[in-house]
């Protein structure tokens, strides 16, 4: 199975890519946590990066795309992957498409997670990272309506839109009613 997790920050994606992965048995990649964990070892990808997670702003493409290049190389992902955050601009989605075609692949589905912006906003402000002030909060909300909500038509023929107010374990049994079949 190979997979992708899209909605505005805190939609929750990181939240149910940990469950579904497990279920999946599939590694979880995330953008987000691949740079939070470049960051704590002070690589200079993780110096780069922090200053545009600090603003609100999203990471270069070309940083990110290699960063997620040499994830998806590793053999753990050759069994499916659910990739979360990532691709978060059109030129992303199709570097990644670029990426799976070299090994004859393509993605099973992309799951959309629809929440209205004041409760992302009131769930990112309990949460309390150091870019959860609520000026980055409004930031990272623009910057998904102006670069990544386009990814919803370039998915269109695969994306699977689930409702994700609720609590986790109704938005975890959602997501696999609408999953296809495909382990
Ligand atoms: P991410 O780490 O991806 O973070 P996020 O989008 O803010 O959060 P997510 O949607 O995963 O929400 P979560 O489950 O944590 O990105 C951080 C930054 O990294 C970006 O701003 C950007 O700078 C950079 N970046 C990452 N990927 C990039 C890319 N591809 N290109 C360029 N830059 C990139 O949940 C949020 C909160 O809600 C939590 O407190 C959680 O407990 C709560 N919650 C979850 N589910 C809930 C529910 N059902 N009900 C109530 N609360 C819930």
Redesign the pocket.
Known sequence: MRLVLV?P????????AERLAERLDIPHI????L?RANLRDETPLGVE?KR??DA????P?TV?VGMVRDRLAQPDAAKGFLL??????VT?AEALSGLLAEIGDELDAVVEFVVPEDELVQ??L??GRS?DTEDVIRR?QQVYREETSPLLDFYRDRLLTVD?????DE?TNRVFEVLPDRR
């Open positions: 909605g920050p805190g939609a929750g994606k990181g939240t149910q995330s953008t987000g946590d740079f990066a545009y997670m609100g702003e999203l990471v493409d990110t979360d955050g990532f691709p978060r601009t992303q769930r990112l309990g949460r870019d990272r994700a107010v609720g609590t986790v938005i």
